[in-house]
């Protein structure tokens, strides 16, 4: 398994703020994916995060909204840019262990609650 | 886009009580995974599944992996309070689709002393 910690884990945001997320490792990993769950709902994938690269985004997901940074095999960043209410949601970033039997087990941070006003 | 079709919604249920829960799918999944999720909290990864028929226990956790690899289901065996919470299945295709998690909607469980 991995450790994965997430800052903030909570915050209040004014609409047309953005605001970034943190997501930390404890090991390199390959795959780290960004998930939204909206109030009462099941997750979302918003992305792929790509050590080196753009990331790889869903359907009804967009650059301009979310970007994505990975500078490493153990960090990323994701932002939510220009937030409207309808962006009050838990932001979860998980990542894949590589190897063996593992493969196909993904691992969830503890999130991060963001409220827009 | 995929969907999975997760039943029950909830479960209210008395404590030593069995649980069974389901997924199912129009698409076939390579891997089926269940997660619980308690308030506040990420989803914690409770069994991974990678093969079709394949039957995997994690203490009073049971779960399969349909022969069709179209479903999934998860049983909680003699049910105490901290079993409380948000249970979810998850597939994974594979293939292009490497990484990628559908997840259904949900099933809330509810289990009384």
């Known amino acids: 398994s991995a450790v994965i910690s997430q800052k903030p884990s909570r915050d209040i945001c004014q609409r047309g703020t953005s605001l970034t997320i943190q997501c930390q490792v404890d090991?390199?990993?390959?795959?780290m994916f960004w998930y939204r769950q909206q109030p009462g709902q099941s997750l979302t994938l918003i992305a792929t995060?790509?050590?080196?690269?753009?990331?790889?985004?869903e359907s009804g997901f967009v650059i301009d909204k979310f970007p994505i940074s990975r500078p490493n095999l153990t960090f990323s960043t994701l932002t939510v840019s220009n937030m409207s209410p309808e962006d009050s949601s838990i932001y979860l970033c998980?990542?894949?262990?590589?190897?063996?039997?593992?493969?196909?087990?993904?691992?969830f941070g503890p999130g991060t609650r963001l409220t827009v006003l | 886009g995929q969907q999975l079709n997760q039943s029950p919604q909830s479960m209210f249920i008395q404590e030593g009580e069995d649980v069974s829960m389901n997924c199912t799918s129009s698409?076939?999944?390579?891997?089926w995974l269940w997660y619980k999720q308690d308030p506040g909290e990420g989803p914690v990864l409770l069994i991974a599944?990678?093969?079709?028929?394949e039957l995997t226990s994690n203490g009073r956790l049971t779960a399969q992996f349909g022969i069709t690899r179209k479903d999934s289901f998860l049983n909680i065996s003699a049910s105490i309070p901290s079993d409380v919470g948000i249970y979810f299945c998850?597939?994974?295709?594979?293939?292009?689709?490497?990484?990628?998690?559908?997840f259904g909607q949900g099933t809330i469980l509810t289990v009384h002393p």
């Open positions: 698409s076939i999944f390579n891997t």
């Open positions: 090991s390199q990993v390959t795959m």
């Open positions: 998980s990542v894949e262990v590589p190897g063996g039997r593992a493969i196909g087990e993904q691992f």
């Open positions: 998850a597939g994974r295709q594979g293939g292009t689709s490497y990484g990628k998690l559908t």
């Open positions: 599944l990678y093969k079709a028929g």
């Open positions: 995060a790509n050590q080196g690269s753009e990331a790889t985004y």
